[in-house]
């Protein structure tokens, strides 16, 4: 079975502070991608990143990190020195033949 | 940068109306999906679409719901008899491939659909 946990429904940190969206997945497959999207209030779906089974190299883009560690089974994102536009529910996927979403973190980040 | 694009971004029916939500995929990509999103819950796969025809539904994609290319270009979703519970955000997207194929995955802005 393929699914996807994000345990953490709701953060919130003042900004400037570090926060970290844990996300941890199942699947039987050798090979699969893992992806996260960030879902602002206006609803629609912003890739962030997508990894593949074979890298687990971590990956920082400016201000956001992912830590993928296949002994754990876990695609972490960190938000470094969290600004207020930040502020959305952050999904973790994983592609397999079809996308399979965590349930969602809802993250504020209070000025 | 290539989009999936989905029209309307917003609609509004009756209950027991049909609906049909459209979606133009990336113009090289195979597979097509369908996603839905109930108000503040996750976002749940409908079906998916390859070589024209469905290739895997959840028990959500019930006899309610149809897919269809119809030129090409566009991949619809139709809701025959629309329920309130049918209220949702609905989004498409399309992939070059799935599995050991590296997939470009794109998703469309979403189609939020309201019944009334």
């Known amino acids: 079975a393929q699914k996807v946990t994000q345990a953490q429904t709701e953060i919130s940190v003042v900004e400037k502070e570090d926060v970290t969206l844990d996300c941890v997945y199942e699947?039987?497959?050798?090979?699969?991608?893992l992806f996260w999207y960030k879902q602002p209030p206006s609803g629609e779906l912003v890739f962030l990143i997508r990894?593949?089974?074979?890298?687990?190299q971590n990956e920082i883009s400016g201000r956001y990190s992912w830590n993928f560690q296949k002994s754990t089974s876990s695609f972490n994102f960190t938000i470094t020195a969290s600004q207020v536009v930040d502020s959305a529910v952050y999904f973790c996927?994983?592609?397999?033949?079809?996308?399979?979403f965590g349930t969602g973190t809802s993250l504020t980040v209070i000025p | 940068e290539p989009e999936v694009t989905q029209t309307p971004s917003h609609q509004v029916t009756q209950m027991g109306q049909e609906v049909i939500l459209r979606c133009v995929p990336i113009?090289?990509?195979?597979?097509f999906y369908w996603y839905r999103q109930i108000l503040g819950q996750k976002v749940e796969f409908l079906v998916s679409f390859y070589n024209n025809e469905i290739s895997e539904k959840s028990e959500i994609f019930d006899d309610q719901f149809s897919v269809e290319r119809p030129d090409g270009s566009n991949f619809t979703l139709k809701i025959r008899s629309t329920k309130l519970e049918d209220s949702a955000m609905y989004f498409c997207?399309?992939?070059?491939?799935?599995?050991?194929?590296?997939?470009?995955?794109?998703f469309g802005q979403g189609t939020r659909l309201t019944v009334v």
């Open positions: 996927a994983l592609l397999g033949n079809q996308f399979y």
């Open positions: 699947t039987r497959d050798t090979t699969y991608y």
């Open positions: 990894r593949n089974s074979f890298d687990e």
């Open positions: 113009s090289n990509h195979l597979y």
């Open positions: 997207a399309s992939s070059e491939g799935t599995g050991a194929v590296l997939p470009e995955a794109f």
